[in-house]
Nanobody
Framework: QLQLVESGGGLVHAGESPRLPCAAS????????MGWYRQSPGKQREFVTT???????NYAEFVEGRFAISRDNSNNTVYLQMNSLKPEDTAVYYC????????????WGQGTQVTVSS
């Protein structure tokens, strides 16, 4: 079974720049999309960013150039670098992996809480 483990969350101050890693282990699909979603109380889980195996990247509009996603295919790890954090960025951040060929699977990590104080 494929597993995703996020880390790097915690209490941060506005303007700080945490980096969230997500490590995938188990049966890794050759072609996949990995990314980050987030959910705050009272809201549905929303898309933040994704990156494909060959490096194609999408960002949500609210990112506004503040975040950067990258991946290291040698160790199946994706990173979310968050800069210029705002209190409204407070949420549980979830790592996601979905296969794009063959059987379609969708995996989620347990999430890591990011709380941004002013």
């Amino acid at each position: 079974q494929l597993q995703l483990v996020e880390s790097g969350g915690g209490l941060v101050h506005a303007g700080e720049s945490p980096r969230l890693p997500c490590a995938a282990s188990g049966s890794i699909f050759r072609f996949n999309v990995m990314g980050w979603y987030r959910q705050s109380p009272g809201k549905q889980r929303e898309f933040v960013t994704t990156i494909t195996t060959d490096g194609r990247i999408n960002y949500a509009e609210f990112v506004e150039g503040r975040f950067a996603i990258s991946r290291d295919n040698s160790n199946n790890t994706v990173y979310l670098q968050m800069n210029s954090l705002k209190p409204e960025d407070t949420a549980v951040y979830y790592c996601n992996l979905r296969s794009v060929v063959g059987l379609r699977f969708n995996y989620w990590g347990q999430g890591t809480q990011v709380t941004v104080s002013s």
